[in-house]
Every structure is written in structure tokens, then in C-alpha cells.
């Protein structure tokens, strides 16, 4: 079957850049690979074996639904759920043997009484907020012109520690700004962590794995490691911002969107395209019509903005982005017909259109684009194996 438009994944460059992660941590720091999203829109269930055959211990997804597919596909490895699970499918976090992320103590508490009533423990790891401003226990200070956290949050981690359905595995944060290059604030987030830690431990509450390092984190603060890392983006070969170190990793871009030309036709000058007649033709050129729009994940915002690699060279959207098509201009190439390949970005033999560059034009961020483009575009592998 050839496909009209799809992704090509090189699940070797997961491998290399999990092993790139392994190389920056020490030997009994746990890697933990975060496949959520369906790993950044790569695909979750070739991912996670592929990081778990190149150094990753274990897993992290968002929701529920995401484990139990990797448990369905045969993924025995611990998996860590970040969001929240409702009471209703605590039987499903017993079942597939999934930990959960716990942040308040009332719903611990009924999370524990259902487990209780199932006869089985929840694996947990309890998150708290040291400057995130999202998930977590709140630690931050009263307020500015003190350091000092609200200490009923340690009783509140007493509580949920002694609950009897809960079995603690761990405890975490996560960093706001580890990307930034003024490293600062995720160094006041990191000391607030480790002291809250220390505080919990002169109550005789020992936490089994801490944890704290994003990509970010991972490439750039090595005393962020501690138990374990979690990296995401830089398993998919693209480094967390602009501003990241890039000396100390070498990360390889897994993923290429690729898409065909459908029609190829001669037009003058003055010829009107796509919705809205938003561009108009210059001069005599040549166009050609794709099989991409933004229901495949193409950004709409790019209309006679963007551009596409063919042969090598750079050609411009011209017109609207439609739901399933796009045009572009491809006066001045000789000899192209219907049924060429099109990269919309990613490498095209020597050449390359970064999803960086994408993402730039759009305002927005690479995690964005990667992972926005939906199920209804086919992933390739390759290798068809995971290494």
C-alpha cells in the first residue's frame, strides 16, 4: 500500500538518543522514558520497547487509558501515571499493576479505602509543587520575605505515607523552567526538593526514589539526577529549547512527515488559490496539490507562510491550508509529476527542514507540533523492529 501521507519514525535514533541518556547519568540513577501523548505523536508502544531495550527502566504516560494500551501490548515494565486516575478505575490501576501520582490527601485516602476493599496496595508516587504552580503539594513559601514552607504539608505526606492501600515508590517535582539558560530558578526548585526531602526524613518518612530531572534537567544539571531521571523530548532527538547545551548530547531526530503530490498543473499569472482566494499568482508557475492539511497536523497559521522540501529545495505554501490538502509552488522545478514525495519536515536524503523551524513560524513549540499530528496519519518504522 502506498501511502499518501505518514511518518516516517527511525526507531534506531530512539535507541542512540537512549542510550545518549544513559551516557550523561550515573550508573545507579533509573531512567525513566516518558511515552505520553503516544511518545510525542512517535507511537507509544514502539517507543517504550524500543527505550526499554536501549537503558530506560521504566515508563511515564499521562492518563490511564495510555498504561493500560502498553500493558495490553505486552509491556511489563513499571509505568507511571503523571495525572490523575478517578476513583471509579482504581480497579484498573490494580489490575494492570500501574503507579499512580498522588497529590492530595483526600483523594489518597479514597484511593486507599478502595484498595483496601480490593484486598491489593497501589503503587504510588506522591508529587509536590516547588514552583511549578500546577500538580503537587504546595512547598513554596508563605510568602516572599520567608523561606519557610507551610509545614502541615509534611503532615499531609505523613498521612498519605501511612495509608494502608497506598504503597509509596516515590516522590517528585518538576522543574519550570530547566530550559531556561539562567539556571536559578530551577536550582531554588531543586534545593526547595531536596529540603523538604531532608525534612521528611527527620520524621522518619524514607521515600524510596526521588526524582525531578526533565530533558532539560537531564542535559544540563547533573546534581538534578538523583534516583532517577525522566526525559521526554530528547528521546525523540530535538533538544528541550534554542538555549539548551547541545555540546554535552547528541541527539538524532526520529521522526519525518512526508506527504505526496496529488495533481501537478501549469497556471498563469493572476490565478487565484485555495479558500478565500488569499493568493494570487504573480507570474506563470506551477503548482502542485499535497495530500497534508491541518486535520493531518499541517498548521493552518502557515498558509502562504510555510514551506516544503521536494528534490531538495524549498518550496512555498501558497494559499490556505486546507483540512486534507495543501498547494504549493513548484515553478522552476523541471519534471515533477503526481505521486513524488514531499517532506513537510524532517531530513529528505542530505537536506533537512527542522520541526524547529515549523514550530518557530507558528508561535509555538516542537512538543507541540510532534505531537499534535493525529492517528489518522500512518507511522512507518524503521527499523520495522524496535533495536
Known amino acids: 500500500m502506498q501511502h499518501q501521507i505518514w511518518l516516517d519514525i527511525d526507531l534506531r535514533a530512539i535507541a542512540h538518543n537512549c542510550r545518549q541518556v544513559k551516557s550523561l547519568i550515573p550508573d545507579d540513577t533509573s531512567f525513566m522514558a516518558v511515552v505520553k501523548a503516544n511518545a510525542y505523536g512517535h507511537g507509544d508502544i514502539q517507543v517504550a520497547r524500543t527505550a526499554l531495550n536501549n537503558g530506560a527502566d521504566c515508563l511515564a504516560v499521562a492518563r490511564l487509558q495510555e498504561a493500560i494500551s502498553l500493558r495490553q501490548a505486552g509491556i511489563r515494565a513499571p509505568i507511571l501515571i503523571f495525572g490523575q486516575t478517578s476513583l471509579e478505575d482504581v480497579p484498573k490501576l490494580a489490575e494492570y499493576d500501574l503507579m499512580q501520582t498522588v497529590y492530595d490527601p483526600d483523594i489518597a485516602y479514597k484511593i486507599s479505602k478502595k484498595a483496601v476493599y480490593l484486598g491489593t496496595r497501589i ?60 539556571k536559578s530558578y530551577t536550582l531554588e526548585q531543586l534545593h526547595r526538593f531536596l529540603h523538604f526531602a531532608t525534612d521528611l526524613k527527620f520524621r522518619e518518612i524514607n521515600i524510596p526514589v526521588l526524582h525531578a530531572a526533565n ?40 521522526m519525518a512527515f512526508k506527504t505526496r503530490i496529488i495533481q501537478v498543473k501549469d497556471v498563469p499569472a493572476g490565478f487565484k488559490v485555495s479558500y478565500g482566494s488569499t493568493y494570487t499568482t504573480p507570474a506563470p508557475t506551477r503548482l502542485a496539490t499535497l495530500s497534508a492539511g491541518y ?22 505554501v501558497v494559499g490556505r491550508v486546507c483540512m486534507d490538502q ?12 503526481p505521486g513524488e514525495e514531499v517532506t513537510i519536515f524532517g531530513k529528505q536524503g542530505e537536506d533537512l527542514l527542522p520541526v524547529e523551524e515549523i514550530a518557530d513560524a507558528c508561535s509555538t513549540i516542537h512538543y507541540e507540533i510532534v505531537s499534535s499530528i493525529p492517528g489518522r496519519v500512518p507511522r512507518i518504522y524503521h527499523p520495522h523492529e524496535e533495536q
Open 215 to 254: 530533558s532539560a534537567a537531564t542535559i544540563d544539571i547533573p546534581e538534578s539526577h538523583l534516583g532517577m531521571v525522566r526525559p521526554g523530548i530528547m528521546l525523540y532527538g530535538l533538544y528541550p529549547s534554542p538555549h539548551q547545551n547541545n555540546t554535552l548530547i547528541d541527539l538524532k531526530p526520529a
Open 123 to 182: 503503587k504510588s508516587h506522591i508529587k509536590i509543587d516547588t514552583g511549578m504552580g500546577r500538580l503537587g503539594l504546595n512547598t513554596l513559601p508563605e510568602d516572599k520575605s520567608s523561606q519557610t514552607y507551610d509545614h502541615t504539608v509534611l503532615e499531609s505526606i505523613a498521612k498519605i505515607d501511612s495509608l494502608p492501600g497506598l504503597e509509596i515508590k516515590g516522590m517528585f517535582t518538576h522543574f519550570a523552567q530547566a530550559d531556561n539558560p539562567d
Open 295 to 316: 486535520a493531518d497536523g499541517y498548521p493552518r497559521i502557515l498558509s502562504s507562510r510555510g514551506c516544503m522540501l521536494i528534490r531538495g529545495c524549498r518550496a512555498p
Open 326 to 337: 495543501t498547494v504549493i509552488d513548484i515553478g522552476g522545478l523541471q519534471g515533477i509529476q
